[in-house]
């Protein structure tokens, strides 16, 4: 720490001002779809705000775009940078959310027997914890929260969830109703509650799906990741449609 402090203060205004650009190219290329060069620019500053980019970045190619077999690379990898976010910055709001977003995935990838040894459950909601605690009105965190009882709860089933994990689907569900109806344009989080629910209890939350999806759909996308995530709504929207009667 002392010699990093001294590195500091001998070149502080040369590598600020270099540090905010590749930030900002790191973030463009976010926004303009080149994941993975957003990502590994951002990995190269070696700074909590560009692991974390990093980190959002590399999930975003994992969930939106990558094939099945390169999807467990990609969300180690985002895991690992949001990890490293944390190790700079322990109270970063956003990396403790990515973090908790990829465990959640590399819980997805494996069979819930080994999610649970894995502790990816816990470490996932411990994440969500810190992150509301810093920051209570967090919409992320809140949605992320609901997501998290819904997944445990379909996993495991409502009595092994509640006894295991504290997990509950009442909670879920108003987390995620909450989540749905606010007046935010955070694609993914209406997406994934919409499809949270959906995959939970098909014929219950039909209509709440389709309606969740068919709005994400008609909203203007600010960005590349926004188009992604409308992309898969549209695809859920048509899986929904054909659970209807004939």
């Not at 409502?158 to 295991?164: G, P, T």
């Not at 992309?231 to 859920?236: C, E, I, N, Q, V």
Request: aromatic residues 4%; proline residues 3%.
């Amino acid at each position: 720490m002392a010699r990093f402090l001294i590195a500091l203060c001998v070149v502080t205004g040369a590598v600020a001002p270099a540090a905010a650009a590749g930030l900002d190219e790191a973030q463009t290329r976010y926004e303009q779809g080149d994941m993975a060069g957003a990502a590994s620019l951002a990995r190269s500053l070696a700074s909590a705000k560009g692991f974390t980019l990093a980190a959002r970045a590399t999930l975003v190619e994992a969930i939106y775009r990558s094939s099945d077999a390169d999807k467990q690379a990609l969300v180690e990898q985002a895991a690992a940078d949001a990890a490293a976010a944390l190790a700079r910055d322990p109270n970063h709001v956003d990396a403790q959310l990515q973090l908790a977003i990829a465990l959640g995935q590399l819980a997805d990838l494996e069979d819930p027997l080994s999610a649970h040894v894995n502790g990816y459950a816990k470490r996932g909601k411990a994440l969500i914890d810190r992150a509301l605690a810093l920051d209570p009105d967090n919409e992320w965190a809140h949605a992320l929260l609901g997501m998290w009882h819904l997944r445990i709860v379909q996993r495991a089933g409502d009595a092994l969830a509640a006894s295991l994990y504290g997990a509950s689907r009442n909670t879920g569900i108003e987390l995620c109703a909450q989540a749905m109806a606010a007046p935010h344009e955070a694609f993914a989080l209406k997406y994934g509650c919409a499809r949270t629910l959906f995959e939970l209890d098909p014929d219950q939350f039909a209509d709440t799906a389709e309606q969740t999806l068919a709005a994400v759909k008609q909203t203007n996308p600010r960005d590349a990741a926004d188009r992604l995530v409308q992309a898969a709504a549209g695809r859920l929207l048509a899986e929904v449609e054909t659970t209807r009667p004939q």
